[in-house]
């Protein structure tokens, strides 16, 4: 099943399993954003609109972008404002938003599906106002070292998502060679223990 049909079949059950990557990307998501202003917002990978909710307390206009129709489609029902647009598209091609559009950018659990790093850091310049922020929250990579990945529970069995491993490298020299600087990195563990492996890296990067 392609990644775009898995979403579409995940998406019924996407907010309420048990999931504790998803619950732990809204708390580095808040944690990390309330610390900055921000007014356009261009999220990447919206799917049901989780962080889409929170960030409406801040944001004064927000495009969410998504290619799965079914996790739209509850993003649609749940976050309904005029602050809001919702466009389904595929974040591997070219973005069809005004540049220079967004002051922040945000991806949540969207780019362990992305192959091609560069050309998202290089959308997101495009897109982001002088000085704009892109914040990353992401399956922490060593997660990924050892087979952690996106996956949900079917009638016939568990559903694994295809994933692309990202190294935290791949990340910073992306995002130096397309005009970003890192403004901050943490890594985010289960129940504040860290003598286990981190469950989420984020990054706050800038334009230059
Ligand atoms: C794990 S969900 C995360 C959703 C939301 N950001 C959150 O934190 O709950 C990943 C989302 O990325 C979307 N996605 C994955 N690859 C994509 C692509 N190439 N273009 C657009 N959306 C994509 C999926 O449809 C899905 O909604």
């Known amino acids: 099943m392609c990644i775009k049909e898995s979403y579409n079949s995940w998406a019924e059950q996407y907010d309420s399993n048990k999931n ?57 029902e749940k976050v309904v404002s005029d602050k809001v647009e919702f466009k389904q598209s595929d974040l591997n091609k070219d973005w069809e938003i005004e540049d220079q559009f967004a002051d922040l950018i945000t991806s949540s659990l969207t780019l362990e599906h992305i192959e091609d790093l560069n050309h998202i850091f290089n959308q997101a310049n495009q897109k982001l106002s002088e000085n704009g922020l892109f914040f990353i929250s992401e399956l922490h990579p060593f997660k990924q070292y050892i087979g952690s990945k996106a996956k949900f529970k079917t009638e016939n069995g568990v559903q694994e998502l295809k994933v692309f491993i990202h190294h935290i490298s791949d990340y910073v020299q992306s995002a130096e060679i397309n005009g970003f600087s890192l403004v901050e990195i943490k890594e985010w563990f289960d129940e504040q223990s860290k003598r286990e492996i981190p469950r989420l890296i984020s990054f706050v990067f800038r334009k230059l």
Do not use: P, Q
């Not at 309330?34 to 004064?60: D, H, I, P, Q």
């Not at 495009?63 to 993003?75: N, Q, R």
């Open 20 to 76: 504790k990557t998803r619950d732990l990307d809204i708390k580095s998501t808040i944690e990390t954003l309330s610390r900055y202003n921000f007014k356009n917002v261009l999220e990447l990978g919206c799917g049901t609109g989780k962080n889409t909710f929170w960030l409406l307390n801040k944001a004064e206009r927000i495009i969410g972008l998504d290619f799965s129709t079914e996790m739209l489609k509850i993003a649609k």
